[in-house]
């Protein structure tokens, strides 16, 4: 995405021409800079002399044409969920490459995965007995909980004493041995203690590192392990004041997992990101509806998206920086301060970080475009149909031009599994 003219541009299409061939609202993806974001991330570790593997985070954004862009150009793919693997596997990444973490996986589910040969970082005791019950060997990792947490809200912090996820330090020598009395064999340690961190968490996150370091070193006594998985979690800047990750902070953090690795002497070093490979190339494209004129105690502007297109404010209060599409530089233009409001039934459905925090945008008019940025990742994959609204379109920009990756939903889309 680019500025020029006080327009917001995709290679050399006008975001305005994007929504007229598409439709409103849209999400935009820039592919272009995908490549980019993951070779800062191998930059970083090439400088410190240490190859990791990135497994990409699928909850992040899910879609296919999307997984398919990134088959050759990382490791493999961290599923969330059985579907997030089998549309891994459709988009051509082998089941060597991907492995699952999830909290709940069914026996149907554990079926699926184990027939398929899909890695596993199993989630707790019940996960490993159900894994024996179906087979007699299957290699396992397991998902550490370092108790202590890390992230940007409390509902994506997933390390600390209040967390569902993974095994405690202390409980991971007895893990291992009920794998092994059970024909399973672990053989890979797990860690994701939350998400959407920067910077100035590199502290906390090396803390959680040396957990990960003391449990794998002892859990080296009872197992013969060959890969560490470090999670994903590097944020972007969305408020103003935030700054994203120089080369620098990336190598410090490269550095911090070099060090663990050094010290525990296994084969592979795992990551895997979400947002930072996809957060920073979305663009929520909505147009704008009704402008309050007078009648309501502050300036309101409701426009043809809500939450269940994209509900990271309405989930976690996030701000989400906003430019209207045809007045890019907000100086050159007269302000006024707004809510941006979704379209639905739903009084917290709004744009901004929350309800008082009013927007100071160029004077708005109806019909205007505004893009919400930093929408790549949580976006359409946590998407509904909520107040029976229709998910969006989804369009890439690959060498400048755009391709329709997922079409809107209709009328059809709302009612095909309803039965009266
Ligand atoms: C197990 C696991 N790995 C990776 C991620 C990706 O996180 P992020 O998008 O913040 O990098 C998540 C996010 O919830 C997760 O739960």
Avoid at 107 to 132: C, M, P, T, V, W
Avoid at 184 to 193: D, F, I, K, M, P
Avoid at 258 to 279: C, D, H, M, T, W
Wanted: proline residues 3%.
């Amino acid at each position: 995405m680019k500025i020029k003219n006080n327009q917001i541009y995709f290679g050399e299409i006008k975001a305005e021409e994007l929504v007229e061939k598409f439709g409103s609202p849209l999400y935009v993806y820039d592919f272009d800079q995908i490549a980019n974001n993951i070779e800062r991330l191998k930059r970083a570790f090439k400088i410190v002399g240490l190859k990791i593997k990135i497994y990409y985070a699928t909850k992040a954004n899910s879609s296919l044409a999307l997984l398919r862009f990134l088959k050759d150009k990382i490791e493999g793919i961290d599923a969330s969920s059985p579907y997030e693997a089998r549309i891994s596997l459709e988009a051509g990444f082998s089941p060597h490459r991907i492995m699952i973490t999830a909290p709940a996986l069914t026996i149907e589910d554990l079926g699926y995965l184990l027939r398929k040969n899909i890695g596993i970082n199993i989630d707790s005791f019940s996960q490993i007995d159900q894994i024996a019950k179906i087979v007699n060997f299957y290699r396992i990792g397991i998902r550490v909980n370092p108790l202590i947490e890390i992230g940007s809200h409390q509902h994506i912090r997933t390390g600390g004493k209040y967390s569902k996820f993974g095994i405690m330090p202390i409980k991971v020598t007895e893990a291992i041995k009920r794998a092994k009395n059970k024909g399973l064999e672990v053989n890979g340690l797990h860690c994701h203690a939350g998400s959407n961190w920067l910077a100035k968490d590199l502290i906390t996150f090396k803390k959680i590192t040396e957990v990960m370091t003391k449990t794998a070193q002892k859990a080296g006594k009872f197992t013969k392990l060959t890969y560490l998985d470090f999670g994903g979690g590097l944020g972007i800047p969305l408020k103003p004041k935030e700054k994203n990750f120089t080369t620098n902070q990336l190598v410090q953090y490269a550095n911090i997992i070099k060090k663990s690795i050094n010290k525990v002497k296994v084969k592979e070093a795992r990551i895997e990101p979400g947002r930072f490979l996809i957060g920073d190339v979305g663009v929520l494209l909505t147009k704008v509806v009704h402008i309050s004129k007078g009648e309501k105690p502050i300036n309101v502007v409701i426009v043809d998206a809500g939450f269940n297109v994209f509900g990271r404010p309405f989930l976690y209060g996030a701000y989400h920086q906003i430019i209207v599409t045809t007045k890019a530089n907000i100086n050159k233009f007269h302000l006024k301060k707004y809510m941006i409001a979704g379209n639905l039934c739903e009084s917290g459905d709004v744009f901004n970080a929350s309800k008082k925090e009013l927007r100071i945008m160029p004077i708005l008019e109806e019909n205007d475009i505004l893009a919400i940025l930093n929408t790549g990742a949580y976006g359409f994959s946590m998407s509904s149909q909520f107040n029976l609204r229709l998910r969006p379109a989804e369009v890439a920009i690959i060498n400048g031009k755009d391709k329709l990756i997922r079409k809107k939903e209709d009328y059809q889309d709302l009612i095909k599994n309803q039965i009266a």
